[in-house]
């Protein structure tokens, strides 16, 4: 069992930044696919983007694409989405989701670990 605990949420002004993390505890990972969804009331949970172990291949959803940067630090065990210019749109809560194997499609259908999410509001 793979625990997940997001932070680095909060308030933050059209065109700030902020830095998301998704710390993992309970067992070692050799190969895994680490992904940060979200979602809004009333709207299905949309993939944000995802990195793979190997090869290190990211994907991103068209609407983050130069915006958002996911990265992975083996020796800290944690995950990090770096979010710059941020959008109202962007509003949502947000969270992390890991499997044990790489280059898994972006759907949260295919994740079973998941963080308790973190709360992220662009406002002004």
């Known amino acids: 069992q793979l625990h997940l605990v997001e932070s680095g949420g909060g308030l933050v002004q059209p065109g700030g930044s902020l830095t998301l993390s998704c710390g993992a505890s309970g067992r070692s990972l050799d190969d895994y696919t680490i992904a940060w969804f979200r979602q809004v009331p009333g709207k299905e949970r949309e993939g944000v983007s995802s990195?793979?172990?190997?090869?290190?291949?990211?994907e991103y959803v068209d609407s983050v694409k130069g915006r958002f940067t996911i990265s992975w630090d083996n020796a800290k065990n944690t995950g990090f989405l770096r979010m710059n210019s941020l959008k109202s749109e962007d509003t949502a809560i947000y969270y992390c989701?890991?499997?044990?194997?790489?280059?898994?499609?972006?759907?949260?259908?295919?994740?079973?670990?998941w963080g308790q999410g973190t709360q992220v509001t662009v406002s002004s």
């Open positions: 990195l793979s172990s190997v090869g290190g291949r990211t």
């Open positions: 989701a890991v499997v044990p194997w790489a280059n898994e499609a972006l759907d949260p259908a295919f994740f079973g670990w």
